[in-house]
């Protein structure tokens, strides 16, 4: 079974750097069947994609977000992450980690989320 | 403002048939593009429920179906039950937005 656990501090101060880490378990990063997003939840509000890294390295961020966000994968650890910068209280979220379907552009195992506030 | 358009909200007794669209354009839904949709559950991670306009994963009850026609989808839920109750969210790709995947902006199910 597929398992993906997002990490890292839940709170973040204003212009600073928000990072999470996603491990993955019961698949492998290397699959070339698949990429691996991030998706944000703001409280109250719906879904939105900031972008995926693939197994190769590559990348594609949402571009309202592009000027800021990072994405990288590890291998050796079965794990991907995402960097934000110049955080404000609007990126206050719940941020998903996400395997996507390389085809179809799907979602089909989701982590269970962590809430990620941004405040001083 | 979400790319995808979907009503806020829709209600039905249980036992009812309930649709939800999600109106896209030419860039994402009318280019061709596949739509999905997902169910969550408030405090929980959203589940997938159709992907492909009209397939369902492994698990998901034959009540739920999707379909898709020019630049709109619509997911259909017949006997509708009180567990039914959820948000739903359709999913698709923008071809103006590069590699964007994007989402509507949710409609509240709520069962009578």
């Known amino acids: 079974q597929v398992q993906l656990l997002e990490s890292g501090p839940r709170l973040v101060k204003p212009s600073q750097t928000l990072s999470l880490t996603c491990t993955v378990s019961g698949d492998s990063f290397r699959s070339g069947h698949y990429f691996w997003s991030w998706i944000r939840q703001p409280a109250g509000k719906g879904l939105q994609w900031i972008g995926r890294?693939?197994?190769?390295?590559?990348?594609s961020y949402n571009p309202s977000l592009k000027s800021r966000v990072t994405m990288s994968g590890d291998t050796s650890k079965n794990q991907f992450s995402l960097t934000l910068t110049s955080v404000t209280a609007a990126d206050t979220a719940v941020y998903y980690c996400?395997?996507?379907?390389?085809?179809?552009?799907?979602?089909?195992?989701w982590g269970q989320g962590t809430l990620v506030t941004v405040s001083s | 403002q979400s790319v995808l358009t979907q009503p806020p909200s829709v209600s039905g007794a249980p036992g009812q048939r309930i649709t939800i669209s999600c109106t896209g354009s030419s860039s994402n839904i009318g280019a061709g593009f596949d739509v999905h949709w997902y169910q969550q559950v408030p405090g929980t991670a959203p589940k997938l429920l159709i992907y492909?306009?009209?397939n369902r994963p492994s698990g998901v009850p034959d009540r739920f179906s999707g379909s898709k026609s020019g630049t709109s989808a619509s997911l259909t839920i017949t006997g509708l039950q009180a567990e039914d109750e959820a948000d739903y969210y359709c999913?698709?790709?923008?071809?103006?937005?590069?590699?964007?995947?994007?989402f509507g902006g949710g409609t509240k199910l709520t069962v009578l």
């Open positions: 492909g306009n009209t």
């Open positions: 996400a395997r996507g379907d390389i085809n179809w552009y799907y979602f089909d195992y």
């Open positions: 999913q698709s790709y923008d071809s103006n937005l590069t590699g964007s995947k994007v």
């Open positions: 890294v693939s197994s190769s390295g590559s990348t």
